[in-house]
Structures are given as structure tokens and as C-alpha cells.
């Protein structure tokens, strides 16, 4: 079986914390063999913390996302050095600057202060930070410059920025990391950036419970429980082609009300991109996952502690 590495995840999420242990199980028996849980405020870095913990797969990841920027409270960063380095095992992120309809309602300075504040303790603490942008790809180069290279890497996660910027951004450190977001991204851009990141900077994630792929239901792990799924259509963790049959309307209808995403769902991604770079799905899969045991395998990390 392949074994995939989902990068960047949030399995803390109010909406499916209560089905992690289904989740995880399911998501590791389909081959997905570790998430990088990442946080997004104060609110939840405790749970984070704990998932960590329970879970010898789960690799946790504490941040301020752009979005909770203005709630943050005065203690914040001392908060989050805190958890950092209470927690060796922890990686940074979610982090990141947001121009998109929700970044908007946030103050920008703050955003730039926030994320310069942290993407700095990254680097001091070499670890490697996960990266949210939307419309800002600017503005995060340029302060990337300003304060790289990073040499323990950062995850631009749900990367769809152009392929123009991808040298640059290798330069300095950075994994382009792909979500299901991807298979909404026009396939003529989609095929031009993905064939100029390099081989050895490619990432796969989730971003479980969002960024549910644009693919047939019957291809897809379904989140038990989702309220926006027909009762009758609830699969068991698994996916529901079974319960479907081979109705393509269905699938379509069922596939578009959806709204959670399953992590085991990274495959889905993977045989995208691997269709756009002449590569074998076993091949994409063997090449991210090292990858991804190469970046998360910083001093303290799980991975360099299982070694």
C-alpha cells in the first residue's frame, strides 16, 4: 500500500474533533500514515496539544491564523513560545497573511506584525512553519525575502499561486503543499505551475474538514455524520460507492452538497497532480511522503524519535 503524509490538517475542528479517532483509523487504514494537525488560534492549541499526544501519527502544529488575528489576546505570543517549546514535537502553523473576503475584515498591518512575529520564532526555533495565503502572494514574498532564507522550510499549504512565483519561493526554503483547492483551479494554470515546482518540494494535505476534492462520490471518504449528506447515503468512514450504485447524477448532487472532508481524501489529490507530471501515483506518493518525513524531521520531532 502507498503510505501518504497529509501536511496540513485541522482535525481539531469543532465540526469533526468529536470523529478524530474514526477518522484517524480509517485515514490509516487507506494508507494516510500521518497529519500535521495545525491550529488557529489560542482557542484550540490545547486540543491540538492533546491530539498530539493521544495519537502517535499526529504531529502538532501551533499558530495564529491571519483570520484570528484581531482576537488575539496581549499574552498571545508568550502563549505560543510556550506551547512550542513545552512541546518539542510541534511544528508552527497555521500562520499567514489573508487579502481574500474574509482577510479583509483584518486589519493587514496586524496580520504582517503577526505573521513576521512568528514566522521569525520558526526560524529561531528551526522548525518548519505552514503557511496560509490567499491574494497576498506578493506580500509574502516580500517579506519572506526580508527575513529568509529558511533552511527548516515553510509549507505554502493549499498552494495556488502562480508559476511564475515558484522559483522564488523555492529559493528561500519553501514545500508547495496541495489541497483539493487545486481541482478548482483552471487545469491549464493548474498544469503549468505544478510542472515547474520542483519534484523534491511537493506536499500533500487534506486540510481536513475543508477542501473537499472535486472528484465523483464514489471516489470519496465521506465524513459520517455530515449534516448535509442524505441519512440514507451515511457511509461507515469509508466511501460510499456502495451505497450509490452508479448513478452519476447522484454522485454529482451528493458530491456537491458535501461539505466535510475526509483526510484520507489526499488521494484523490495526489492522482490529479500526478496526471498533470507523467507520473505513476505510486511514484508521486513514494516522493512526497519523503519529503515530508524530511521536513518534519526537525530536533524533537516524532519521526527522528521513532529512528
Known amino acids: 500500500m502507498m503510505k501518504l503524509f497529509d501536511a496540513h490538517c485541522h482535525l481539531q475542528d469543532p465540526r469533526i474533533l468529536h470523529k478524530a479517532p474514526q477518522l484517524i483509523a480509517t485515514a490509516l487504514d487507506a494508507g494516510v500514515v500521518r497529519f500535521a494537525v495545525n491550529g488557529v488560534s489560542e482557542k484550540d492549541w490545547h486540543l491540538v496539544k492533546q491530539m498530539g499526544e493521544s495519537y502517535p501519527s499526529v504531529i502538532p502544529c501551533f499558530g ?53 512575529q512568528q514566522l521569525e520564532l520558526a526560524r529561531e526555533l528551526k522548525k518548519p512553519a505552514s503557511v496560509h495565503c490567499v491574494r497576498a502572494f506578493g506580500d509574502l514574498l516580500e517579506i519572506m525575502k526580508s527575513m529568509g532564507p529558511f533552511p527548516a522550510g515553510i509549507i505554502l499549504h493549499s498552494f495556488l499561486g502562480s508559476a511564475e512565483m515558484v522559483p522564488e519561493f523555492t529559493k528561500l526554503g519553501a514545500y508547495f503543499s496541495f489541497s483539493g483547492y487545486l481541482m478548482s483551479l483552471e487545469a491549464r494554470k493548474a498544469k503549468k505551475m505544478l510542472r515547474i515546482v520542483p ?9 481536513a474538514p475543508d477542501a473537499l476534492p472535486k472528484s465523483d462520490l464514489d471516489t470519496l471518504f465521506m ?14 468512514g469509508g466511501n460510499l460507492s456502495s451505497s450509490v450504485g452508479t448513478s452519476s447524477n447522484l454522485s454529482h448532487a451528493v458530491r456537491d452538497a458535501a461539505t466535510l472532508n475526509h483526510p484520507a481524501n489526499i488521494q484523490n489529490v495526489l492522482s490529479y497532480v500526478a496526471s498533470f507530471l507523467d507520473m505513476t501515483k505510486e511514484e508521486l506518493a513514494e516522493v512526497s511522503y519523503k519529503n ?12 527522528l524519535q521513532e529512528n
Open 292 to 303: 515530508a518525513m524530511l521536513l518534519f524531521s526537525y530536533d524533537g520531532s516524532k519521526i
Open 199 to 207: 519534484s523534491e518540494r511537493i506536499l500533500f494535505e487534506s486540510d
Open 64 to 116: 495564529l491564523h491571519p483570520w484570528y488575528v484581531a482576537e488575539r489576546t496581549p499574552n498571545w505570543f508568550n502563549t505560543l513560545k510556550e506551547c512550542l517549546e513545552c512541546t518539542p514535537s510541534a511544528a508552527v502553523g497555521e500562520i499567514g497573511l489573508d487579502k481574500g473576503s474574509r482577510g479583509k475584515q483584518i486589519d493587514f498591518t496586524d496580520q504582517i506584525e503577526v505573521f513576521r
Open 223 to 236: 465524513v459520517d455524520g455530515d449534516p448535509s449528506i442524505p441519512e440514507e447515503l451515511q457511509g461507515q
